[in-house]
């Protein structure tokens, strides 16, 4: 349904965008003050500024690597796709903010 009307199709990613831009946020946050998935919280570095940086950057890496993943899982082309093509590469770099008109919200 939604490969065959573009504003729902627009309107669906958006709302995806939303809701994993909000997890993301509450996972470092969470990170950073309690821990994470079994790790211990990235303040406790804090007094040393290359560990800490290293840290969040290691965290930034992994999220960055997982929400990746989900995007090309989401747009990858179905199977069966009669034009084999689906949406692939255009709608990847659209769902990561990279549009054109410059009227993309902000990660």
Known sequence: ????????RDHALELLASGRRAEV???FLLALTSGYAGSP???RMAHDPVAY???????????????GELVRTL??????DEDGKGDGEGAESDAVGDDEDGGGAPM
Do not use: C
Not at 53 to 67: C, N, P, Q, T, W
């Open 1 to 8: 349904v939604l490969r065959h009307s573009p504003a729902r």
């Open 25 to 27: 946020t509450r996972r």
């Open 41 to 43: 919280p990235l303040e």
């Open 53 to 67: 940086v290293g840290d969040m950057l290691a965290f930034a890496f992994r999220s960055f690597r997982v929400e």
């Open 75 to 80: 747009l990858s082309p179905a199977p069966g």
